[in-house]
């Protein structure tokens, strides 16, 4: 057992997600917005660093009212984390580095924008929340919550190449990165509309979606075929008809293992229980619901025999517990593994390469 943050000088939380061919993981802090590379080490070995990251905001209008400090644009200025010299360590373990208070619970970036989550650095926030891996090229994306935008970074540079923006009313273009100096970058946002939470590549590749929350609740979904990130492009929108209003709210996803089923846990507010959206990938519409699941349903995973799909819920209100079972392609219910205590995340163990992209590589 070894600690990550006393052998390299970084300790982050929550997101960790591993590389599609398992040579290494990153981990992503949305209270410190840092993002971490790291190798895998085997034996005898310790874990490096491989690259990471910093991201601040710089609003447009940073005095005014707090809400404009996002929502009238800014720059998210990108920087490259560097050893000391003395040590050789990062200088980023414990609570060192934090923005904010505590975690940004889900939606939480209104308590962010309305000036009621305390913290050192509130205002540079971008909510670096999650670094997802495309399953066949080498890039990684890292979301920014406050913005629902994703950062492409191409793990043969180690650079940020590419930024895309989830919510409607956005460019469908990618965004440009410009490089300002060696180990620093800026990518301008003119028009942000709404925050984000999570996101995920389809097993195949070729799709990418983000949920968008607080000010709008759909979901994005991106052509990601390309190897050059600068060339995805948001082609459609979905939005199932229940998404009104504040809430209910997209929260983690999932897919089927064959790419044809995006499986959406649909967060509602307490107490009332969750709700599971099945959507066609191929016409981005809904095909199933499964009503009050659970409270605060969290994130889903698929049987890699492809025959089950497993939802975990209470995640904060800690009122019930447990696992959720459906069949993933008749759409049944099976039933229920209950548990005790509240549940953030889940995944079933890949035995080998080919289940790993369908595992916590791809979303979250």
């Given at each position: 057992?070894?600690?990550v943050a006393?052998?390299?000088?970084?300790?982050?939380?929550?997101?960790?997600v591993i590389?599609?061919?398992a040579?290494?993981?990153?981990?992503?802090?949305?209270?410190?917005?840092?993002?971490?590379?790291?190798?895998?080490a085997?034996?005898n070995?310790?874990t490096?660093?491989i690259?990471?990251f910093r991201?601040?905001?710089r609003?447009n209008?940073?005095?005014?009212?707090?809400?404009d400090n996002?929502?009238?644009?800014g720059?998210?200025?990108?920087s490259?984390l560097?050893?000391?010299p003395?040590?050789?360590?990062?200088?980023y373990?414990?609570?060192?580095g934090?923005?904010l208070?505590?975690e940004?619970?889900p939606m939480?970036?209104?308590?962010?924008?309305?000036?009621?989550?305390p913290g050192?650095?509130?205002?540079?926030l971008t909510?670096?929340?999650?670094?997802?891996h495309h399953?066949i090229?080498p890039?990684?994306?890292?979301?920014?919550?406050m913005?629902a935008?994703?950062?492409?970074?191409?793990?043969t540079?180690?650079?940020?190449?590419?930024c895309?923006?989830?919510?409607?009313?956005t460019?469908?273009?990618?965004?440009?990165v410009?490089?300002i100096?060696?180990?620093?970058?800026d990518?301008?946002?003119?028009n942000?509309?709404?925050?984000?939470?999570?996101?995920?590549?389809?097993?195949?590749?070729?799709?990418?979606?983000?949920t968008?929350?607080?000010?709008?609740?759909s979901?994005?979904?991106f052509?990601?075929a390309d190897r050059?990130?600068?060339?995805?492009?948001?082609?459609t929108?979905f939005?199932?008809s229940?998404w009104v209003?504040?809430?209910?709210?997209?929260?983690?996803?999932?897919?089927?293992m064959?790419g044809s089923?995006?499986?959406?846990?649909?967060?509602?507010?307490?107490?009332?229980?969750?709700?599971?959206?099945?959507?066609?990938t191929?016409?981005?519409?809904?095909?199933k619901?499964f009503e009050?699941?659970?409270?605060?349903?969290q994130?889903?995973?698929?049987?890699?025999?492809g025959?089950y799909v497993l939802?975990?819920?209470?995640?904060?209100?800690?009122?019930?517990?447990g696992?959720?079972?459906?069949?993933?392609?008749?759409?049944?219910?099976?039933?229920?593994?209950?548990?005790f205590?509240?549940?953030h995340?889940?995944?079933i163990v890949?035995?080998?390469?080919?289940?790993?992209i369908?595992?916590r590589c791809?979303t979250v």
């Amino acid at each position: 057992l070894e600690n990550v943050a006393e052998t390299t000088g970084i300790g982050l939380g929550v997101h960790t997600v591993i590389f599609p061919d398992a040579s290494g993981f990153t981990v992503a802090d949305g209270q410190k917005d840092v993002v971490a590379f790291f190798n895998r080490a085997t034996g005898n070995q310790k874990t490096t660093v491989i690259d990471a990251f910093r991201f601040d905001w710089r609003g447009n209008e940073p005095d005014g009212v707090l809400e404009d400090n996002w929502f009238k644009g800014g720059t998210v200025r990108v920087s490259r984390l560097v050893k000391a010299p003395d040590t050789g360590l990062y200088d980023y373990r414990g609570v060192r580095g934090n923005k904010l208070d505590w975690e940004m619970v889900p939606m939480g970036e209104y308590l962010a924008y309305s000036g009621q989550l305390p913290g050192d650095s509130v205002k540079t926030l971008t909510g670096a929340d999650n670094c997802v891996h495309h399953p066949i090229h080498p890039l990684s994306l890292v979301t920014l919550r406050m913005f629902a935008v994703g950062v492409v970074i191409d793990r043969t540079t180690m650079e940020p190449v590419a930024c895309i923006s989830s919510p409607d009313g956005t460019t469908k273009e990618s965004i440009p990165v410009k490089k300002i100096a060696d180990g620093i970058w800026d990518i301008k946002l003119d028009n942000v509309v709404s925050s984000g939470h999570e996101c995920g590549f389809g097993p195949h590749g070729k799709w990418f979606t983000m949920t968008n929350n607080t000010r709008q609740n759909s979901m994005g979904v991106f052509d990601c075929a390309d190897r050059d990130p600068r060339n995805w492009k948001r082609v459609t929108e979905f939005k199932d008809s229940h998404w009104v209003g504040a809430t209910p709210s997209p929260f983690h996803i999932t897919y089927s293992m064959d790419g044809s089923k995006m499986f959406v846990s649909e967060l509602h507010r307490k107490p009332a229980k969750s709700a599971i959206v099945v959507v066609d990938t191929n016409t981005w519409t809904t095909i199933k619901r499964f009503e009050n699941v659970g409270v605060d349903l969290q994130t889903m995973h698929v049987t890699y025999d492809g025959k089950y799909v497993l939802a975990i819920f209470s995640g904060f209100q800690r009122l019930e517990g447990g696992t959720f079972i459906a069949t993933q392609d008749t759409l049944e219910p099976v039933g229920y593994i209950p548990n005790f205590g509240g549940h953030h995340d889940c995944v079933i163990v890949p035995r080998n390469n080919e289940e790993l992209i369908h595992s916590r590589c791809t979303t979250v």
